[in-house]
């Protein structure tokens, strides 16, 4: 029989209980379906514009632009260059064996899922043969952000879509440093080699040079990939960011009962003395995500509409259904 999840299980999956079935096919659907705008990215915008991003994409980009026409017998839908969908999947499945020996057999079978998704969104959604977007800096804009969005959802679901995104969990397991900041040391590499690459004959207009399109090409990527970090760590931090909430109350025994059990969260009971009337107080305090911070309030309200509530955003908290702390 499946248990049905509460409310704080799906803000605090590290806190949730370990059989909570329905959570978990949450998070793999949000994987599937959560990498689908990368891909519409991919195929409608960046590919169409030759953009070479960051990440295994950027990579597998510039085997697509570089094999035009060298394999017209075995890829003659994709106008003889080597596919995408493939070198993802191919490349991918090295990547993961460093994966298992690291993060281990759960983050590994999520990045299978997430690799087996963004090959098949890949291979099912046809190449646009103009831009979706006709401008490209407005295409490497809003692409990006569309493209960092769907993968900080992704990770969100403790996922990946594959590629550099699988080392930086690995660097982020073992040392705190931002996702989106690791991707893009990997990506700076990636996006200045689309420089030695030749520039589509369509894409070349009278008037302007080969130089000035390569470079144009190579800061369209660099834009195209600021935006996706930022959008990445837009949604890691937001999801991250933690409260301290303290409570004064005199119904303090129900209300810590509540958050305990509906919340699924810890609660720890102070002792204290108002000063002004001299009388003992305790003070119920709670670390919790800001996702669940209206939920705490609410209770609170429904118990005692006159408590006295403190609420202050905090910087880090590293503990059980928290963050770890980095080796």
Known sequence: MVKIPRIGDFANPHNAPKDNHLRTIFEYLGIIFGIFPMALMVNWVF??????????????????????GAFPALFPEYGGAVPVWLTTLVFNLILLIIAVKTVGWRF?????????????????IPILPEPMIEDSWLGAIIGGVVFG??????????????????????VN????????????????????SAF??????????????????????????????VSYTAAVDAIMS???QSVQVLIYSRHYAEIATAINQKVNRGVTVLDGTGWYSQEPVKVVTVL??????QMILHLVHQIDPHAFISLAKVNGVFGAGFDKIKR
């Open 238 to 240: 937001r999801l991250h």
């Open 196 to 225: 030695l690459l030749p520039i589509p004959a369509g894409m070349v207009t009278e008037g302007q040079s080969i130089v000035y399109l390569k470079i144009k090409r190579v800061l369209c990527g660099v834009c195209m990939t």
């Open 288 to 293: 919790a995500h800001k996702a669940e911070s």
């Open 173 to 192: 397991y073992y040392r705190d440093i931002s996702l989106g900041k690791m991707m893009l040391l990997c990506d700076i590499v990636i996006i200045l």
């Open 47 to 68: 590919l169409p514009h030759a953009f070479v991003g960051g990440g295994l994409t950027g990579i597998c980009s510039i085997i697509y632009y570089a094999t035009q």
């Open 108 to 124: 590994c079978i999520r990045t299978i899922v997430g690799v087996l998704a963004i090959s098949f969104w890949y291979r099912v």
């Open 149 to 170: 969005l769907s993968l900080g959802i992704v990770m969100a679901c403790n996922g990946s879509s594959g590629g550099t995104d699988i080392l930086a969990m690995i």
